[in-house]
């Protein structure tokens, strides 16, 4: 596939961002549902397979590498985990990791950022008995989660606040978001070594809670590095 076909389709079917910016000491990075292509100038996409839509975005410092994901959503029901829809989730999964795991070994300083539809603890639910075993909220779909922690990657979220609500999607039915009712299913994760730089992450609910907005809240993560 060629090149520019390949970042069309991407475009397309890409609806996360990511925005890095460097400033003198501070590297601040927000993932969010804004328009990538229309933000970023230097780009490049990894070869688009079935199981491997990942974004790859190495600033012209060279400084960090920074990879921007939309998972595949599983099912949008509540349930059917047994469904071709999850099946087609587990194998994308398995592929991301490998990946990460290569771009590891070249990139030590890191990103794997976007919308994982992974909600990693019942911490991360608004209501963990309505959503046990259910899609986003499995046991299997939070090991997968864990998998990729395994390789050494932080939640950068939940280093800096291990407890609490922080909430990153909120469906648009029953007024969700007024009713502070979500799940957080968007994440930063971080190399180690810029794990051991973050200063903060928050989730931007200003952003959410705008006109028209999308169901994600953008998630920000800054490093002193």
Not at 88 to 112: D, G, I, N, S
Not at 207 to 224: K, M
Request: hydrophobic share 40%.
């Amino acid at each position: 596939m060629h090149i520019d076909e390949a970042k069309g389709r991407l475009k397309t079917r890409f609806q996360t961002a990511f925005i890095l910016k460097v400033f003198r000491r501070r590297l601040r990075l927000s993932e969010s549902w804004k328009q990538w292509f229309e933000q970023q100038k230097t780009r490049a996409c990894v070869p688009h397979t079935p199981y491997t839509s990942v974004l790859k975005f190495v600033p012209p410092a060279g400084r960090v590498c920074g990879a921007a994901t939309h998972a595949v959503g599983g099912d949008t029901g509540y349930g059917l985990l047994d469904s071709p829809k999850f099946q087609y989730k587990e194998q994308w999964f398995a592929a991301l990791t490998e990946f990460v795991r290569a771009e590891m070994a070249v990139h030590p300083k890191l990103v794997l950022l976007g919308d994982f539809n992974i909600a990693p603890a019942d911490a991360d639910c608004y209501d963990p008995e309505k959503w046990h075993e259910k899609i986003h909220c499995s046991s299997i779909e939070r090991q997968w989660f864990k998998t990729l922690l395994d390789l050494g990657l932080t939640d950068s979220l939940r280093k800096i606040h291990p407890e609490g609500a922080f909430y990153t999607w909120f469906d648009y039915r029953g007024a969700m978001f007024q009713r502070k009712l979500g799940l957080r299913i968007d994440h930063i994760l971080t190399s180690p070594e810029l794990a051991v730089t973050l200063t903060d992450v928050t989730v931007d609910l200003e952003t959410r809670a705008q006109e028209r907005p999308s169901d994600h809240a953008p998630v920000i993560a800054e490093f002193d590095c």
